[in-house]
């Protein structure tokens, strides 16, 4: 038997819509696989009533066969499904470090970005790998359809903040506008450019402006309660900037080492202002799927 652990991604980052993603140190699936004849699978632990185990249906079941590695694999899920935290992502990245393992196939992380993110074809209906990315090689990344990823380490605090409500990635790709104009491209690219400036300098300032979205995350937050409130309590307690994770509900916050505890609670409260039941990480940026 192989297992191995995969982190909990915050996609998009504001500015980087479907090609920014960063690894959290927490929380994380983790996945064990064994040799069978066919592929079965089991699923324990955070939200695992509302996740298939029949291997058409979970990204898992994709992972293996696209590695021709049929295995009994059980999920255990740290990553609540339909978070905005990369929940399916984690399981697909964590079942294809274990099966490339138990199989020797070889595939190194890199190679492994497209195996994982056919599993995310399941659930989305495309091979984004905006979370498999980071959730195999760590830190933060930068993935273009044609030429794989690209990854930089950080040092860098982060809160995340979970509400008690489900938004599925399915519908929040819905409310993404189609077409932008001239100014607010102008804007994305330069917030862009400063938060990957601020990620190779593990800048909290940098990479909280480089956050701001014109586009995309103005028509988000409006599917996320409290989402505005709980933007202005986590900036008046330090957080140096706030965006929605990913396609939502969860609430991503950077701020400098020493202010995440004030900032996490902040975001929990203003989610309670707005009758909605949350839960924070106090997190980080993390490593990649290993092996444990
Ligand atoms: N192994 C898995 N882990 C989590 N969700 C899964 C898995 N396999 C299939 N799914 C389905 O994927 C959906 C959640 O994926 P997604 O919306 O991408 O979540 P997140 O926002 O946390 O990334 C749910 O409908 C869930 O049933
Ligand atoms: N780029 C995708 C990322 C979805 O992330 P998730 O964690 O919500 O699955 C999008 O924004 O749709």
Redesign the pocket.
């Known amino acids: 038997m192989v297992t191995a652990r995969a982190p909990a991604t915050s996609a998009n980052l504001g500015s980087g819509f479907d090609t920014f993603g960063v690894a959290l140190s927490h929380p994380a699936d983790t996945v064990s696989v064994e040799r069978a004849a066919e592929t079965t699978i089991e699923?324990t632990g955070a939200g695992a009533e509302?996740?298939?185990t029949d291997p058409e249906?979970?990204?898992?079941g994709a992972v293996a066969d696209a590695l021709e590695a049929p295995a009994h694999i059980h999920?255990d899920?740290g990553?609540?499904?339909?978070?905005?935290?990369?929940?399916?992502?984690a399981?697909?990245a964590a079942a294809a470090v274990a099966l490339n393992e138990q199989y020797d196939r070889g595939y190194s992380r890199h190679d492994l970005v497209s195996v994982a993110a056919e599993g995310e074809a399941?659930?989305?209906g495309e091979a984004h790998a905006d979370?498999v990315a980071p959730a195999l090689l760590g830190g933060f990344t930068i993935v273009r359809s044609d030429d794989g990823a690209t990854s930089v380490d950080a040092d860098l605090s982060l809160v995340a903040c979970l509400p008690e409500v489900v938004v599925?990635?399915?519908d929040a790709r819905e409310v993404v506008p189609d077409s932008v104009s001239m100014a607010d491209h102008v804007e994305t690219v330069g917030n862009a450019a400063t938060l990957t400036a601020g990620m190779c300098r593990s800048d909290p300032e940098l990479v909280g402006r480089g956050l701001d979205d014109p586009v995309v995350t103005p028509a988000r937050a409006k599917l996320i309660t409290g989402y505005a409130d709980v933007r202005e309590a986590a900036l008046s307690a330090g957080a140096t900037g706030v965006t929605v994770s990913?396609?939502g509900p969860s609430v991503l916050a950077v701020c400098a080492s020493g202010r995440r505890r004030g900032v996490a609670s902040a975001m929990v409260e203003g989610f309670a202002d707005a009758g909605v039941g949350a839960r924070a990480y106090q997190t980080a940026v993390g490593d990649g799927a290993t092996v444990l």
């Not at 990553?79 to 992502?89: C, D, E, H, I, M």
């Open positions: 699923v509302f996740i298939p249906k979970n990204v898992v999920i899920k990553v609540r499904p339909s978070s905005g935290l990369g929940s399916s992502a399981s697909a399941v659930v989305s979370n599925s990635t399915r990913g396609a």
